[in-house]
C-alpha cells in the first residue's frame, strides 16, 4: 500500500489500519514544533527533518496509532503527528503542503472564524502571518525534499523504450 496522508488523511489512514482519532485537550493552529522519535531520526522520508522541526498545523484531533505502525513524530499536544506504516504508508498530521495563500485562505475562510475566536486567547491571526514570512520558505524546502524521498522509495525507473512522436 502507497499512502501519503495529511492531516485529515492521517486520521483515515491510521482509523482504517485499526488506529483511532479522538479529540485533543489543546487544538494545534500555527507554527509549532514536532519532535522526531528514536525511528522518526533514522526514517528515509524525514532525513530532512532536524530532530525538533517547525511545522505548520491547523487540527485539533489526534491519532491513536494502529497495531504495526511505527511513531516518526509527536508534539506535546499530539503525541503522534508522523507515523509509517510498513515501508510506503506515511501519514503526517501537520501540513507539509501549506504556502503562503493557503495559510491566509485558511486564516480568512469564514467556516474558520468561530475556530479561531474561540481560540483567541491562544491562537492569533496577526501573529501567524508574521510567523509565516520567516517560516514559510523552509517549510517549502523541507516539504519539496520529504515528497521527493517518499516517491523515490518506489524505485521508479526511467521509461526504457521511447515512443515514436506524431
Known sequence: MSVLGICLGAQLLAKSLGGSVSRNAVREIGWHDVNLTEAGVDDPVLTSFTPRQQ????HEDGIL??????????????PVQAFRYGKHAYGFQFHLEASGPLIERWLTVPDHQ?????????????TIRRQTTDSISPLMELSRQ???????QFEIRPRQQRLPSK
Open 114 to 126: 468561530s475556530t479561531l475566536d474561540e481560540e483567541r486567547d491562544k491562537i492569533d491571526a496577526e
Open 55 to 58: 511545522v505548520f498545523q491547523w
Open 65 to 78: 496509532l494502529p497495531p504495526g505502525a511505527v511513531n516518526l513524530a509527536g508534539s506535546d499536544a499530539s
Open 146 to 152: 520529504t515528497f521527493t524521498r517518499w516517491i523515490d
